[in-house]
T-cell receptor, first 104, second 117 residues
């Protein structure tokens, strides 16, 4: 399996930047996903990294270091609607999620 | 394109009763997953199907949970008998294909919220 660890919660101000870190065990690595889950809703896909480096998609970027078993999701120019749980996931294993609260 | 459909959206039952959930994946998606998400936790895979065959059911509590995907499209997940700790959201997801599901984006349905009293 891929034990996945991420912080439980983070708080940031509207317009700011937040970085959510994720560490995982590298056995059987097949790429790393980030999903966004608003309260009471299903997860939706944000990004997928299989090679080292940074993948940028608008205000969201995701980084992967396979040798370190480490990834992060970077949220820029935070908006109130970004308040949600962000799930780091391996092949079929999900972290517990990081709840991000954006304050005005 | 229609998304993953699930029903019912909510279900309240008493312990020891039975319950069944239904999922219709995105058209053309060969792989279907059932997850259990307990409040405050990430989704936990229960079972993965590739067409109508089971790929992974290692975390499915087989003494009480069962799932089938007889024609390789719709799927049902059943709990019999239910326990209090089964209270959770049951998420169905689908992806295009590939036996291991490696590197494939999963598309989730809205989930079924189960409360066992």
């Amino acid at each position: 399996g891929q034990n996945i660890d991420q912080p439980t919660e983070m708080t940031a101000t509207e317009g700011a930047i937040v970085q959510i870190n994720c560490t995982y065990q590298t056995s059987g690595f097949n790429g790393l996903f980030w999903y966004q889950q608003h309260a009471g809703e299903a997860p939706t896909f944000l990004s997928y990294n299989v090679l080292d480096g940074l993948e940028e998609k608008g205000r969201f970027s995701s980084f992967l270091s396979r040798s370190k078993g480490y990834s992060y999701l970077l949220l820029k120019e935070l908006q109130m609607k970004d308040s949600a749980s962000y799930l780091c996931a391996g092949r079929l294993d999900f972290g517990a999620g990081t709840t991000v609260t954006v304050r005005a | 394109e229609a998304g993953v459909a699930q029903s019912p959206r909510y279900k309240i039952i008493e312990k020891r009763q039975s319950v069944a959930f239904w999922c219709n994946p995105i058209s053309g998606h060969a792989t279907l997953y059932w997850y259990q998400q307990i409040l405050g936790q990430g989704p936990k895979l229960l079972i993965q199907f590739q067409n109508n065959g089971v790929v992974d059911d290692s975390q499915l509590p087989k003494d009480r949970f069962s799932a089938e995907r007889l024609k390789g499209v719709d799927s049902t997940l059943k709990i019999q008998p239910a326990k209090l700790e089964d209270s959770a959201v049951y998420l169905c997801a689908s992806s295009l294909g590939g036996a291991s599901g490696a590197g494939e984006t999963q598309y989730f349905g809205p989930g079924t919220r189960l409360l066992v009293l």
